[in-house]
């Protein structure tokens, strides 16, 4: 049952709910999850369908604008994404002023924040026009930014994007071609990293994503909104757990290492956590872990990959998968357990997974940014329960 909070503030209460495990703090029509029955729907539609039959730019559209897109909404759409792919050339600057060693995600974050000294054009959030550009642009220069912080890091010359190329194939070409040489993408390939972008689009409340509403509900620009949520998505119990995947495996080693480690994360004294196993919502599967274990066995399959870190992977997956403590506790493998494992198929290096993880869920973080601002809303600003010290009086330094 739903509870109103206003009247038990009426009725001098409030509610103490650490990690907000049962509180709502706003409405929403862009994602519904069942985490009981495995269900996601964005707009209604099931993520599965999305992801067999959708490409990435029309589920973006679907998110922002709660419709499917006809032919010509969908065109012009993908046109006005292409138009908005590069950024500005001084933020080449900006980047050079990295260390070369910097993590891709402390440059997502500082370079997405900066964009905001660079349109001023479209800083109006009242203004649903100013919205919308600034939505398209947050879309359109990501994967631009995300494969900058990648080619500075090793030394490589910046691509520029080419539009002629679809979404997920022109962030390949930036990432992996030089201008020495540009070579075109197995349809498997680009399928999979399009579906990857999908599979992380948006996750209703998701923590990033509330950062977002909280850092727009000051209004703030969007531009510094959505550096926040990159922040936030850093963590390793968040986005940064697809990156702390492929930690672990080097951790753990070989197989005759796994049961050690299982226990290790059976252990209520030890930190250790099996990464990619568990989710707050989702209590029976991971309705996105399916499709990616799908897309994983494919893309394995497509690229004759030959990886024992993978073959480990897939141990350690049975091995959980078969454990009392496990299953008891309704752990299963999460998405990140399975993208981390095609994006390391797919060559992309473990530092950026996160960052890809960013650039996906953009369209989810602005869409929420968007649906917030275009309603009647609150400064959100949660209570807390205080345990400090009583009123006490201040003691001279001497005294202390
Ligand atoms: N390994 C071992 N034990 C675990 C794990 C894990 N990965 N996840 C949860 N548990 C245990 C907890 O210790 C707890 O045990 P207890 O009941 O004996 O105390 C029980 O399972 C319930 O877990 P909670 O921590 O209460 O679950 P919560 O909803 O707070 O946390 C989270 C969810 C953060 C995802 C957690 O499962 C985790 O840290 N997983 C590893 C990191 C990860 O993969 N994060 C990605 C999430 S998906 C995403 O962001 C796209």
């Excluded at 009426?10 to 495995?38: H, L, N, V």
């Excluded at 010509?72 to 590069?86: L, R």
Aim: net charge negative; charged share 20%.
């Amino acid at each position: 049952d739903v509870v109103d909070v206003r009247n038990l503030i009426a009725s001098g209460y409030f509610t103490y709910d650490p990690g907000f495990m049962s509180t709502a703090a706003c409405e929403s029509k862009i994602t519904y999850i069942d985490g009981d029955k495995g269900i996601l729907l964005h707009r209604g539609y099931p993520i599965e369908q999305l992801a067999a039959k959708s490409d990435y730019l029309e589920t973006c559209y679907l998110l922002l604008h709660g419709e499917l897109p006809n032919p010509e909404q969908k065109k012009e759409f993908v046109d006005t994404i292409s138009k908005h792919t590069m950024v500005n050339e001084q933020l080449k600057s900006f980047l050079n002023g990295f260390r070369r060693d910097a993590h891709p995600m402390a440059i997502m974050c500082g370079i997405v924040g900066a964009l905001s000294a660079f349109y001023h054009d479209s800083l109006d959030n009242n203004n649903p026009k100013h919205r919308e550009i600034s939505a398209h642009r947050l879309i359109a220069k990501m994967p631009t930014i995300a494969a900058m912080a990648y080619k500075y890091s090793i030394g490589q010359p910046i691509m520029y994007p080419r539009n002629d190329l679809c979404y997920s194939e022109n962030f390949l070409h930036m990432m992996f071609n030089t201008p020495a040489g540009e070579k075109r993408f197995s349809p498997a390939l680009i399928r999979a990293m399009d579906r990857i972008f999908i599979l992380h689009a948006d996750h209703e409340q998701n923590a990033s994503t509330s950062t977002v509403r909280l850092a727009g509900s000051t209004g703030a620009n969007p531009f510094a909104c959505i550096a926040s949520g990159i922040a936030a998505l850093w963590g390793p119990a968040h986005g940064g757990a697809n990156e702390a995947v492929l930690t672990m495996l080097d951790e753990i080693g070989d197989a005759s290492n796994i049961e050690k480690f299982i226990a290790k994360a059976k252990d209520k004294n030890d930190p250790f956590k099996l990464m990619g196993f568990g989710h707050r919502v989702y209590k029976n599967f991971d309705p996105r872990a399916q499709v990616m274990k799908q897309t994983c066995d494919e893309v394995l399959a497509e690229l004759g990959v030959n990886d024992p870190k993978l073959d480990l992977a897939m141990k350690l997956e049975e091995y959980a998968l078969n454990d009392p403590y496990f299953k008891e506790r309704n752990l299963y493998p999460n998405v990140d357990f399975y993208s981390g494992i095609i994006l390391k198929a797919i060559g992309i290096p473990t530092s950026m997974f996160t960052v890809i993880f960013a650039m996906s869920r953009t369209v989810g973080w602005i869409s929420h940014w968007t649906e917030m601002l275009s309603s009647p809303y609150k400064i959100s600003r949660p209570r807390q329960l205080y345990t400090g010290y009583e009123q006490r009086d201040y003691e001279p330094l001497d005294k202390r």
